[in-house]
């Protein structure tokens, strides 16, 4: 029975792959390290998993912690690294935990995955699309230059070209993967789909940065999912070393899901309001998809709209997932005007 290390397991991205281990990978054990910060909750996961004692174990404990995370990395054939502080607005607002968990996490996992270079065979490094900034061209391929605009995005970028100067340097059996804008069940209420779906369940205004016209390219988490697993069967040879970018190609604007969210739960547009723009914010965002297809085999995911659906229902039907948290959706900001404003 091989074992498979997945850090930040109980957060966004980290409990959907957690979910699709244990579904596609019956022969395979899965450990999840995660430090449950305001991001990770153990109920992300389903009770089923955490009962099964043979396949399953979840220790509560800090990425960053090298004596701990090196002693799950030896008992490991696979790793995958989700664990990070991930939200762009608090890392305006609080910017050293990004650089402590983001780059020193990985500092610690890359270091233990080169210790044990004769077991681990294969590490796959979340890194974000956040790390290239604004696009200076579209589609953005993998050689887009790197230009981090937020202290969130630079600290990914610190982390993504760690793990690229440790496989230079040691020969690092790594692949970066660069997801760009998931959304789907069990996502933080902060980030921009699920608060503004919530805001419509709950009749609240959708608020907007700046005019809304930010565009990113977006992909639903179970193709996500997908897409990781991509990575994960490869042969090695192929991909070693290698950076992909995972997204659609779907590009939407941030007014767009607005409405589109405000027609699909029945709202009415008067719901919009628009508050100002956040800093550090990165306009426009399409991943060039070239590279996974040709490589990976990547096909195609689900169409916006239909993964908007999924995700409506999955809000609507898990309502005390969600009002637990309904507090945490804003978070005060000084914008470029000096204002302070819930963002
Ligand atoms: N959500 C997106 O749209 C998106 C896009 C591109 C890349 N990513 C990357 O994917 C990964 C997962 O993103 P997400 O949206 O699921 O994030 P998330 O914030 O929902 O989850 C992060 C998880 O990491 C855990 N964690 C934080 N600090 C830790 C530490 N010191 N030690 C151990 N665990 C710790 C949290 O408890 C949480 O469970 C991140 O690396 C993120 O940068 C996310």
């Not at 074992?3 to 999840?32: P, W």
């Not at 005019?211 to 897409?227: N, P």
């Not at 628009?274 to 995911?301: C, W, Y």
């Not at 309502?319 to 507090?327: D, L, N, T």
Request: hydrophobic share 35%; charged share 25%.
């Amino acid at each position: 029975m091989k074992t498979i290390l997945v850090t930040g397991g109980a957060g966004f991205i980290g409990s959907n792959f957690v979910q699709f281990l244990y579904k596609n990978y019956k022969d395979h054990k899965i450990i999840v390290l995660d430090a449950l910060t305001y991001a990770g909750r153990p109920e992300n996961i389903p009770q089923e998993i955490h009962n099964d004692g043979k396949r399953f174990e979840f220790l509560r404990g800090d990425v960053c912690n090298g004596g701990l995370v090196d002693s799950l990395v030896g008992r490991s054939d696979i790793v995958v690294h989700f664990a990070a502080e991930s939200h762009v607005a608090r890392s305006i607002f609080d910017n050293k935990i990004f650089y402590e968990t983001d780059v020193l996490g990985t500092q610690a996992v890359a270091t233990a995955v080169v210790k044990h270079y004769q077991t681990v065979e294969r590490f796959i490094h979340i890194s974000t699309s956040e790390v290239y900034g604004t696009s200076e061209y579209e589609p953005m391929d993998e050689k887009h230059p790197l230009n981090p605009c937020s202290p969130y995005a630079s600290a990914k970028c610190g982390a993504d070209r760690l793990v690229y100067s440790f496989i230079h340097t040691y020969d690092m059996p790594a692949v970066i993967l660069r997801p760009f804008n998931q959304y789907g069940p069990y996502q933080h209420l902060e980030k921009v789909i699920s608060r503004f779906i919530t805001s419509a369940l709950s009749n609240e205004p959708l608020t907007i940065h700046g005019d809304g016209q930010a565009k990113r390219d977006w992909l639903y988490v179970e193709d996500t999912c997908q897409r990781i697993d991509l990575a994960l069967r490869a042969p090695m040879e192929r991909i070693r070393g290698d950076v992909f970018n995972i997204g659609s190609g779907e590009v939407l604007s941030v007014i767009d899901i607005a409405h589109m969210v405000l027609e699909l739960t029945g709202r009415p547009k008067s719901l919009i309001a628009f508050i100002g723009d956040r800093p550090g914010q990165v306009q426009n965002h399409r991943s060039s998809t070239d590279k996974a297809e040709k490589v990976l085999g990547m096909r195609p995911g689900r169409p916006f709209r239909e993964g908007l659906q999924q995700t409506i229902a999955w809000f609507k039907d898990n309502e005390e997932w969600w009002q637990k948290i309904e507090w945490m959706k804003h978070i005060k900001i000084m914008t470029k005007s000096g204002e302070y404003e819930l963002h």
